[in-house]
């Protein structure tokens, strides 16, 4: 038996590594040895979607590279000031998604909380970069009315927390949610988006392993994440060396498991759940 995590009132290395996020362009750039000429752009968009980016993601960039992918990632460049035909502002379509205070209705059987707006990192290619956090987040109700809807919509069976990032919460607001989403019990399955992991991976401590595993029983979650990145690691590397195409017609295995190529749906399975049509891989080769 898992004994239950003992909530601390020490402020834990994840919550400082979210307070010490490097928000200033001038402190990246310089952290980076880049021409100043790059901050630029990011004090005049402080504004609208402010620099936001952790240390420990920082470290892993490379000095002196403008083009270092991690770094463009979160770099504000000047062209987000373009007016481009065709781009919006919700081009996800969340707006019209909405179907109760923070949540989304898009597929069947599935229902997205906005769980928070607050992030880790803030991400240039964000899709909710204007999303009305303020008023639509399932959390200013203590996500009491969001539970309502789950509990009366019998056709749901999948909750998805996002956000923001809802690792951002506490473990005990985690926890106390994926309880009460526990007991209902035509949902089947919750699941987390987030960035965490990745910007800030000391968030996933203790607590936030006990809430996953208490609440929502699966087999050792961090053991199974590490056997996932293994197995996946060398055809990720065969992407980045070769490219998506020549590693694709080089590699069957890839090739087997390619969801979508230029705008079509080339996997049966995902065709048929969405009801789109089927291309064949090879037509598109
Ligand atoms: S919601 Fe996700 S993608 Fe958007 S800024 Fe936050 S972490 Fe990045």
Redesign the pocket.
Known sequence: MIPAPVPSSQPSDWRRALRNAVTSPDELVKLLELDEAWARPARSLAHRFPLRVPREFVARMRHGDPADPLLRQVLPLASELDDCEGYVDDPVGDLDALAGPGLLRKYAGRALLIATGA?????R?????NFPYDKESATRSGFAAALEALRADESLNEVILS???PLTLSDRRLADFAREVQRIAHIRRLRV?T?LPVVVPQRIDEGVLHYGVTNMPGAVPRTSTYALSNATLPYMVKLANMGAETAIQANPALAKGVNSYKGKITYPAVAEAFGLAYTPLEELL
């Not at 992030?119 to 991400?123: I, K, P």
């Not at 290619?125 to 970069?129: A, K, L, N, Q, V």
């Open positions: 992030c880790a990192v803030h991400c290619y964000c899709f909710r970069r956000g923001g990032d988006h960035r």
